[in-house]
C-alpha cells in the first residue's frame, strides 16, 4: 500500500504521523483491553468446567437420599455375640459402593458394601448365619431390592448409630441415612 493512502486514512480519522507517541499509545490500550477480554474468557472457561463438574456431582448425590436407606425394623445388636445385624434398602439408583459405619461410646467400625460380590473377615450376608467371615460372598442390594447383612463390631463399645454413605461413579456421596436407636437383638 501507498504511504499517501494509509496518510490520508490516518489523517480524516484524526491520526497523523506526526503524533508517532499517541499512535503507539493507542496500540498500547488496544492490546491490553484484547488481553483482558483474552483472560478474561479463559477464566470464566475454567471455572464454568469446575461449577459443572460439581454440580454433576451433587444432582447424581442427592438423587440418593431417601433411595438408599437403612432398615430401622431390621437393625439390631447381639450383645453376647458382638455382632450388629442391619438392612439396606435400595431404591432404583445406580451405586459402586456403600460405606456403612457403626459408631459407638469410644470409637467405630466400618464396611464398605460393593455392587460386585466380595467376602470380609467382619461382614457376611444375614442369610449365612452360622458360616465363618470371610467365606460367604456378598454385594450391594439390587435396584428396588433390600439385603440384611451381620457385622462383626465386637471392638465397638455400645454402639448407638449406624451411618451410610455411598459412592457412585468414582466419587463418596457423604452420609444419606443415619439411624441412632440400634436396639439389642
Do not use: W
Amino acid at each position: 500500500m501507498d504511504k499517501t493512502f494509509l496518510h490520508k486514512v490516518f489523517s480524516k480519522l484524526g491520526i497523523s504521523f506526526s503524533k508517532k507517541r499517541a499512535l503507539s499509545q493507542i496500540v498500547a490500550v488496544v492490546l491490553l483491553i484484547s488481553f483482558s477480554v483474552l483472560a478474561f474468557l479463559l477464566i470464566s472457561q475454567v471455572v464454568l468446567k469446575l461449577v459443572h463438574s460439581q454440580l454433576d456431582k451433587s444432582k447424581v448425590c442427592s438423587e440418593l437420599r431417601n433411595n438408599v436407606l437403612i432398615d430401622r425394623a431390621n437393625t439390631c445388636y447381639n450383645t453376647s455375640s458382638g455382632e450388629i445385624q442391619f438392612g439396606i434398602i435400595r431404591k432404583n439408583v445406580d451405586l459402586d459402593s456403600l460405606l456403612v459405619t457403626i459408631s459407638g461410646a469410644d470409637n467405630s467400625h466400618s464396611f464398605t458394601i460393593n455392587e460386585t460380590p466380595s467376602t470380609s473377615e467382619d461382614l457376611k450376608p444375614y442369610d449365612s448365619v452360622g458360616s465363618s467371615y470371610g467365606t460367604s460372598h456378598f454385594s450391594l442390594p439390587s435396584k428396588n431390592s433390600e439385603k440384611s447383612y451381620i457385622g462383626n463390631v465386637i471392638n465397638v463399645k455400645n454402639p448407638y448409630e449406624i451411618d451410610i454413605g455411598p459412592s457412585v461413579k468414582g466419587k463418596f456421596c457423604g452420609i444419606v441415612d443415619s439411624f441412632l436407636e440400634i436396639n439389642t437383638c
